[in-house]
T-cell receptor, first 113, second 113 residues
Framework: GEDVEQSLFLSVREGDSSVINCTYT??????LYWYKQEPGAGLQLLTY?????DMKQDQRLTVLLNKKDKHLSLRIADTQTGDSAIYFC?????????????FGTGTQLKVEL | NAGVTQTPKFQVLKTGQSMTLQCAQD?????MSWYRQDPGMGLRLIHY???????DQGEVPNGYNVSRSTTEDFPLRLLSAAPSQTSVYFC????????????FGQGTRLTVV
């Protein structure tokens, strides 16, 4: 079955770039996502990438996909204290879309002044 | 639009009790899902529905029942609560099959003692 792995913690200084990494095992994954969860809240979609793409940029966010190594990363430029949250990598097959997500364990990002 | 609304926000149950977690969405979305979030394990799919009257099992369905009598509502029933069901439960919806953005509720924190 599918398996998605992430490191548990990341600490960065305000203004630096953050890079959160994720590896997945399912070769048939069609969509790969990054979700953000703030304390006591639900998950919010940040960005997603189709599996036939290598990179996607959206303002401060850059997603890189290495299909050969099944590695996905999220880079946050100019990290702010408001970016402190848990970030989840997720994947889904073509037929499920956003409805049948397989999530990673989540990476807790702490932004220090 | 309220989005996805879950009730209650918090619940404590005794082992063996039953209860229903409510989920409602006002976006006329076809797809709805239930996930549970446990420390160090990310979110796992319990059940999902592709439309009124149609439900299917996810990764961890045992001990839970669902029904989808209307497009708006997707309740999750715990038949006989067990301590292993202590978790945070999230409901999500997506507009249609293959749509990439899932909207999540705020979650229900359930403790079974």
């Amino acid at each position: 079955g599918e398996d998605v792995e992430q490191s548990l913690f990341l600490s960065v200084r305000e203004g630096d770039s953050s890079v959160i990494n994720c590896t997945y095992t399912d070769s048939s994954s069609t969509y790969l996502y990054w979700y953000k969860q703030e304390p006591g809240a639900g998950l919010q979609l940040l960005t997603y990438i189709f599996s036939n793409m290598d990179m996607k940029q959206d303002q401060r966010l850059t997603v890189l996909l290495n299909k050969k190594d099944k590695h996905l990363s999220l880079r946050i430029a100019d990290t702010q204290t408001g970016d402190s949250a848990i970030y989840f990598c997720a994947e889904s097959p073509l037929t499920g879309g956003g409805n049948k997500l397989t999530f990673g364990t989540g990476t807790q990002l702490k932004v220090e002044l | 639009n309220a989005g996805v609304t879950q009730t209650p926000k918090f619940q404590v149950l005794k082992t063996g009790q039953s209860m229903t977690l409510q989920c409602a969405q006002d976006m006329n979305h076809e797809y709805m899902s239930w996930y549970r979030q446990d420390p160090g394990m990310g979110l796992r799919l319990i059940h999902y529905s592709v439309g009124a009257g149609i439900t299917d099992q996810g990764e961890v369905p045992n001990g839970y029942n669902v029904s989808r009598s209307t497009t708006e509502d997707f309740p999750l029933r715990l038949l006989s609560a067990a301590p292993s069901q202590t978790s945070v439960y999230f409901c999500a919806s997506t507009a249609y099959e293959g749509n990439t953005e899932a909207f999540f509720g705020q979650g229900t924190r359930l403790t079974v003692v």
